[in-house]
């Protein structure tokens, strides 16, 4: 059975810039795959690629015909074991290329099969988790308004990104206008080990939830130092990429963020979080700005997951891709009447 496919790239403007301790984005940069068989069944994947993990949009379409190549050399389309390793073997990076491929082959097998990403992979619908909505550093009123209107649509968990000298006066603002939502903090790695200490002491206060990736991957030992020395839950994010980074992080976190951009597949992402469920870490599941195209594979995982984080659609200005329903954020698995991840 010859399978067609083709893969197209888009810059999606987001409703608002997007500022974290290390840039800003306006857009997001997006490739998005096409699969089709020959009933006419349809595969969508998405990667959204990070320069901080050095992909680009034109890395991830440099290396698509590859890997598309690697698909079509395994016959079975549900062999999707197969299909992942002879991607690895052909391209050892680019882990966002290989995931938008990974995601499409998962969503054409579970549409040839008329059923649900979830119920293919045997999760419970009624374990699907809500959302946390990203508040990006601005200035003080636009932060203000942003949670406002986060509130008002709905939403119960903000995570509100950090690295900043006015880092205080941020969570006071926030908190002035949101006192009740549930809070996640990410500093993106701004902070180094005192300055996180001190930070923390003070979060406790703000009744914050969890803080992500305080200080620099390239500083074990200060995540160490910060793990041992916090009130709060720590979460690796930059520091935990796939699943054997697992064992390294483990007795220095609480919590792993797995994103799929990261991990380079579906099947991946589910082992980081077995591994880490064996180390007796929770696990969040994240994303990068994307679009529903990869967002929605990523919703039907949240069974899976202790937080969701999964917002990366949401911010931007118009989706062009329709995924899993998220009534004031929250994850509708059983909302959803369409087989596959429901892209369309
Ligand atoms: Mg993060």
Request: glycine letters at 6%; hydrophobic letters at 40%; aromatic letters at 4%.
């Amino acid at each position: 059975m010859t399978l067609s496919h083709s893969f197209e790239r888009r810059s999606l403007p987001l409703e608002d810039q997007f500022t974290i301790a290390r840039g800003t984005q306006k857009t997001a940069e997006v490739v998005t795959v096409r699969l089709e068989d020959d009933d006419g069944n349809v595969g969508i994947g998405g990667a959204g690629p990070a320069a901080h993990y050095g992909e680009t949009p034109a890395t991830v379409e440099a290396v698509l015909p590859d890997l598309l190549a690697a698909v079509e050399e395994v016959d079975d389309r549900h062999n999707l074991q197969r299909i992942e390793r002879r991607m690895r073997e052909t391209v050892r990076a680019n882990p966002a290329a290989r995931t938008a491929v990974s995601i499409a082959c998962h969503d054409l097998v579970a549409r040839q099969l008329g059923v649900p990403l979830y119920r293919y992979l045997g999760l419970d619908p009624a374990e699907a988790l809500e959302t946390s909505y990203t508040i990006a550093i601005d200035d003080l009123e636009t932060m203000r308004e942003k949670t406002e209107r986060a509130v008002d649509r709905g939403f119960g968990t903000l995570k509100v990104k950090l690295g900043t000298d006015r880092d205080r006066e941020i969570i006071e603002t926030i908190r002035s206008v949101a006192p009740d939502v549930r809070l996640f903090v990410d500093a993106n790695e701004a902070w180094t080990p005192t300055d996180a200490i001190t930070r923390i002491d003070w979060l406790a206060d703000f009744d914050v939830t969890l803080v992500e990736q305080p200080v620099p991957a390239e500083n074990p030992t200060g995540m160490r130092e910060v793990f041992e020395r916090s009130s709060l839950p720590i979460v690796a994010d930059e520091s935990c990429l796939t699943a054997a980074d697992v064992p390294r992080i483990a007795d220095r976190c609480d919590v792993v963020n797995c994103k799929l951009m990261k991990c380079g597949g579906i099947r991946e992402a589910i082992r980081l979080v077995h591994a880490a469920r064996a180390h007796g870490l929770e696990v969040m599941g994240g994303c990068m700005l994307e679009s529903n195209a990869s967002i929605a594979a990523a919703c039907h995982l949240s069974p899976l997951l202790d937080y969701a984080d999964l917002d990366g659609a949401l911010l931007l200005a118009d989706d062009p891709f329709e995924g899993v329903p998220m009534p004031d954020g929250e994850i509708d698995l059983t909302g959803l009447d369409r087989p596959g991840t429901g892209v369309r």
